[in-house]
């Protein structure tokens, strides 16, 4: 039945088209448009265009100020505060440009709108009006790119020693994510080690691995330098966290990292955002295959106290997985068993 | 330079007896450069119909997540689930094959290929391409090209699914998604034929302009057509030769077992034994050719437009030479910038503070021709037709969408908006949007000159009033879903608390963009109804002042049947003080307009 009715209105809009077509070349013979003259529909259009700037940017200003808390992602780290400013300042420069050039581009067709008896000014070239407008923007433009030169600069430095050391491994479809344990350390991983409960690899053979702990959402302490070591194991995937203005892809066999400072902890932007359940999200931003749209990990920002009571809480990933004390090398085992936790010796 | 004379005698002794073609020889194995100019314009009406249909269909899933698409089961078979969803692999399939069409086959082949071919000889005044049969062959792979990649689509495991930019591993392991499978060598393959196509293209289109312009047409007389059009050209000649070699190394990759982009890879349960290879190489090579890609199907464009605009304000071009240089700039540039689609790939951050710097200077030759643009309006005497309003949609486009790219050519604000939305909307804006109106003004406004007939205005109007209107309201919305942090290729955004919002502005998108879609059906009908009831066309029906219009109505074979005109001056002579037209053609001597000759031209 909706097919019948589709088809209908289908062909009804058809008829239209070609009625419009039929009539108006007929009008447009009989009154001989085109053999010099401009007919009507310039001054429609030219009035339709100056219309269309104002509704659109009525609209537009409309729309940007009513809705500015929806797009606006409440922010969370020290560097994001930088790369927040350089936005908007970006965003009032462009802003200004925009609105100009766009107002110059849509009024013009209307004053200017053709008339038999006017001329158009023959008006070839001006050097000194060209040099004019490549300097400017020159100009406003090094300076954007100094102040965006000196936040990357500063962002993309080697994190300070003291910074608390992650590792972020994407795989298809979901993250995993390791500790250094009592140590602070991060063992050796190697792809050839994996299997489907070492899923990140974890080397045993390294002493500064027994103690490592996996855990199933990352936390980091407010305040103090968190340092993100990324990999990944079968395609490229993207650590992506909007609050912390923080991205960096992760690459099969390119180990890359980023580091930030958290301002803001869970319970600071439960309060800030009103919402209770908020939580600070781990998004995937690199097309990965069927599951990245889902690849989703919790972040919990905790007051450093707490950070550290979590941090002691984890167990060793060897502990909760004793089976894999067999991959230890036989002179470690001992050593292996105490760091990890494990009362009593194992074997 | 004998030489070319000797052509060109030839050319008019063989003119004269020359109306014997078989139709095989007239309209498909065509030599003539007006013909497979129409054969890429067809081809590239029908490739932008199918992938503005893709988008249709995953606009559907993103506007109206619970929507059955039960009703397009005929045409997607299988991708859909009982429950009437998008599989969400073929979700990323219809992704990748809308970015491939339209960046590739429509706005590459499409518009390069429909213009360049037709308006070089017409607007260089000479007979043909340099090499008729180059330009045949070129069509020829084209097609060749096209019908791989439209196969690829049908088959079990899918097109290629790993997104237009194709980055390995994603795309060199069949295990990673079933994309990457036979559709994904059939994407390689169709592309090896699509570059073979636009490289004998494009050292035609060089030859061409280099050797065989008319007596007088130096190269301070080319219309700023014809310079976009070189250059883009030569763009292409130096860019897609790379990504031949990106796609035979991942060729190798994938069929040959090397690791040119691969390693320490773990997938399906077992570790691969490729090392030491690396992803970022791919990527380094594919937006070698990536970046100049986009100014190859911008410029033109604009080369179109500084036409129109020109034509239409009945003015000349503001600073002719200024926007010569400003397409030399950016053709430069567009070599050194590639990397700031890298920021954040993992490259190390000192090259990405070069490409900062010099990604940000290709701004400036950009602005200026906006500017000029605007300045050839002012004080002109606009005539609106639908090839013009195009035009100043477009400027309008090139403008909204420029002036967002200095937001991601910014790496430090790039980091928070990389793969957002904010870059949906940039690029479809500045590059997808500006780089179709021109081609669609291009349509309209030599039409006549290609069918002899004009197409109809108030159809033009509708269609312009809808395309703009309905354009800015799918693309300009992206920029909040951007700035909210929206990722890009998401088959969904229920997953994440973070996105859970924006479901209504997502849906008006969806609408904007199926009734614009839909708009584009009357300029189909206007296109095709017009070759045989559009009203006929008069020589010169926009009071052009370049040579195309010297021609008879519907040129021959050989464009001009007696000898090529002689060129006497530049093409924007506009509304000249003194004259006694608003226009001069390039054809007429200073000698017969005394009256209007500047001091120099005496």
């Given amino acids: 039945m909706s097919g019948i009715v589709l088809g209908i209105g289908l062909l009804l809009v058809v008829a239209i088209i070609i009625a419009i077509f039929r009539v108006s070349t007929l009008i447009g013979i009989a009154k001989q448009e085109g053999k010099e003259g401009v007919g009507k529909s310039n001054k429609v259009n030219a009035v339709l265009l100056v219309l269309f700037l104002i509704g659109s940017l009525t609209l537009l200003f409309w729309y940007s100020i009513a809705n500015f808390d929806s797009y606006d992602v409440p922010l969370a780290s020290e560097h994001g505060a930088v790369t927040d400013q350089l936005f908007w300042t970006t965003m009032t420069v462009t802003g200004i440009v925009f609105l100009i050039t766009q107002a110059l581009l849509l009024v013009f067709p209307f004053i200017y709108r053709y008339k038999k008896t006017n001329q158009a000014l023959f008006y070839p070239d001006n050097n000194k009006l060209e040099l004019i407008w490549t300097l400017v923007p020159a100009v406003v433009l090094t300076l954007l790119i100094f102040t965006g030169w000196k936040a990357w600069v500063d962002i993309m430095d080697k994190a300070p020693d003291d910074s608390e050391q992650i590792e972020i491994m994407g795989y298809q479809f979901a993250w995993a994510v390791r500790y250094g344990g009592a140590d602070g350390e991060l063992g050796g991983s190697d792809f050839r080690l994996i299997d489907l409960d070492n899923r990140m690899g974890v080397d045993f053979a390294d002493r500064k691995a027994h103690d490592d702990f996996i855990p199933t959402e990352i936390h980091v302490p407010k305040g103090k330098n968190v340092e993100f070591k990324i990999r990944a194991t079968d395609v490229i995937h993207s650590v992506y966290a909007p609050h912390f203005r923080l991205q960096m892809n992760a690459v099969p066999g390119l180990p890359t990292s980023f580091w930030f400072v958290p301002t803001k902890s869970t319970a600071d932007m439960r309060e800030e955002t009103g919402d209770d359940s908020f939580n600070y999200e781990l998004v995937c931003n690199k097309i990965c295959g069927r599951g990245h749209f889902a690849m989703r990990y919790i972040i919990v920002v905790d007051e450093p106290d707490d950070y550290t009571k979590w941090y002691n809480s984890q167990q060793a990933w060897l502990k909760l997985n004793p089976d894999y004390m067999s991959k230890v090398p036989e002179e470690l085992r001992e050593v292996a068993a105490i760091s990890a936790g494990i009362d009593g010796t194992t074997d | 330079?004998?030489?070319?004379?000797?052509?060109?005698?030839?050319?008019?002794?063989?003119?004269?007896?020359?109306?014997?073609?078989?139709?095989?020889?007239?309209?498909?194995?065509?030599?003539?450069?007006?013909?497979?100019?129409?054969?890429?314009?067809?081809?590239?009406?029908?490739?932008?119909?199918?992938?503005?249909?893709?988008?249709?269909?995953?606009?559907?899933?993103?506007?109206?997540?619970?929507?059955?698409?039960?009703?397009?089961?005929?045409?997607?078979?299988?991708?859909?689930?009982?429950?009437?969803?998008?599989?969400?692999?073929?979700?990323?399939?219809?992704?990748?094959?809308?970015?491939?069409?339209?960046?590739?086959?429509?706005?590459?082949?499409?518009?390069?290929?429909?213009?360049?071919?037709?308006?070089?000889?017409?607007?260089?005044?000479?007979?043909?391409?340099?090499?008729?049969?180059?330009?045949?062959?070129?069509?020829?792979?084209?097609?060749?090209?096209?019908?791989?990649?439209?196969?690829?689509?049908?088959?079990?495991?899918?097109?290629?699914?790993?997104?237009?930019?194709?980055?390995?591993?994603?795309?060199?392991?069949?295990?990673?998604?079933?994309?990457?499978?036979?559709?994904?060598?059939?994407?390689?393959?169709?592309?090896?034929?699509?570059?073979?196509?636009?490289?004998?293209?494009?050292?035609?289109?060089?030859?061409?302009?280099?050797?065989?312009?008319?007596?007088?047409?130096?190269?301070?007389?080319?219309?700023?057509?014809?310079?976009?059009?070189?250059?883009?050209?030569?763009?292409?000649?130096?860019?897609?030769?790379?990504?031949?070699?990106?796609?035979?190394?991942?060729?190798?990759?994938?069929?040959?077992?090397?690791?040119?982009?691969?390693?320490?890879?773990?997938?399906?349960?077992?570790?691969?034994?490729?090392?030491?290879?690396?992803?970022?190489?791919?990527?380094?090579?594919?937006?070698?050719?990536?970046?100049?890609?986009?100014?190859?199907?911008?410029?033109?464009?604009?080369?179109?437009?500084?036409?129109?605009?020109?034509?239409?304000?009945?003015?000349?071009?503001?600073?002719?030479?200024?926007?010569?240089g400003s397409i030399l700039g950016i053709a430069v540039l567009s070599f050194v910038v590639w990397a700031h689609h890298m920021f954040i790939t993992g490259m190390n951050p000192f090259l990405g503070s070069i490409f900062m710097f010099l990604t940000l200077i290709i701004a400036i030759p950009s602005a200026v021709k906006v500017f000029n643009y605007l300045t050839t309006l002012w004080r002109g005497n606009i005539v609106l037709t639908p090839a013009m309003l195009f035009s100043i949609g477009l400027v309008s486009y090139f403008i909204s969408g420029g002036l967002t790219g200095l937001f991601m050519g910014n790496s430090a604000i790039d980091i928070m908006i990389h793969d957002t939305y904010f870059i949906v909307a940039h690029f479809h804006i500045v590059m997808g949007a500006a780089a179709f109106f021109g081609m669609v003004a291009g349509v309209y406004h030599w039409y006549p000159k290609m069918f002899g007939r004009m197409m109809n205005a108030k159809l033009g109007y509708l269609h312009f009033w809808i395309s703009f209107i309905g354009i800015y309201l799918v693309f300009f919305p992206l920029h909040y879903i951007g700035m909210a942090g929206f990722p890009r290729r998401y088959y969904s955004f229920t997953a994440f608390d973070a996105f859970s919002g924006f479901t209504d502005l997502n849906m008006l998108v969806s609408i904007a963009a199926i009734v614009t879609f839909g708009a584009q059906f009357i300029f189909v009908f206007n296109f095709f109804y017009s070759m045989w009831r559009g009203k006929r066309a008069p020589e010169n029906p926009w009071r052009s002042n370049t040579l195309e219009w010297t021609t008879p109505v519907e040129p021959g074979h050989g464009n001009w049947p007696g000898e090529i005109p002689t060129v006497h001056r530049w093409p924007y002579d506009y509304s000249k003080p003194g004259a006694k037209e608003d226009f001069i053609p390039q054809n007429i001597p200073f000698s017969d307009t005394p009256e209007s000759n500047l001091d120099h031209e005496k």
């Fill in chain 2, 1 to 324: 330079m004998s030489t070319t004379q000797i052509h060109v005698e030839a050319e008019v002794h063989h003119d004269d007896h020359d109306h014997h073609q078989s139709f095989v020889q007239k309209y498909i194995f065509s030599e003539d450069h007006k013909v497979i100019a129409k054969q890429f314009l067809i081809t590239g009406i029908f490739w932008a119909i199918i992938g503005g249909g893709m988008s249709i269909i995953f606009r559907l899933q993103l506007g109206f997540p619970e929507i059955n698409l039960g009703f397009l089961e005929p045409i997607l078979g299988g991708w859909l689930t009982p429950s009437g969803k998008l599989d969400s692999e073929f979700y990323l399939a219809l992704v990748t094959m809308h970015g491939t069409i339209m960046v590739f086959f429509v706005l590459t082949a499409g518009l390069s290929g429909t213009f360049s071919n037709f308006l070089i000889p017409l607007q260089i005044g000479a007979r043909d391409m340099a090499s008729g049969f180059m330009n045949m062959l070129s069509y020829w792979f084209f097609f060749l090209s096209s019908v791989i990649m439209f196969v690829s689509i049908f088959i079990e495991s899918g097109p290629a699914s790993g997104g237009w930019t194709i980055y390995p591993p994603l795309s060199a392991l069949p295990e990673a998604m079933s994309g990457s499978g036979l559709g994904m060598t059939l994407w390689l393959v169709s592309m090896v034929f699509f570059i073979a196509s636009t490289l004998l293209g494009g050292i035609n289109y060089i030859t061409t302009v280099i050797n065989m312009r008319t007596e007088g047409m130096s190269f301070s007389r080319l219309p700023l057509t014809i310079w976009a059009f070189f250059i883009t050209a030569v763009l292409g000649l130096l860019s897609f030769p790379v990504l031949v070699s990106a796609a035979l190394l991942l060729i190798f990759d994938r069929s040959f077992g090397t690791s040119f982009y691969l390693s320490d890879i773990y997938i399906a349960g077992e570790a691969l034994p490729n090392i030491g290879g690396s992803p970022i190489l791919f990527q380094h090579l594919f937006w070698f050719l990536g970046h100049p890609e986009v100014y190859i199907v911008i410029l033109p464009a604009l080369g179109i437009t500084s036409e129109i605009i020109s034509t239409n304000s009945r003015k000349p071009i503001f600073g002719y030479k200024a926007m010569i």
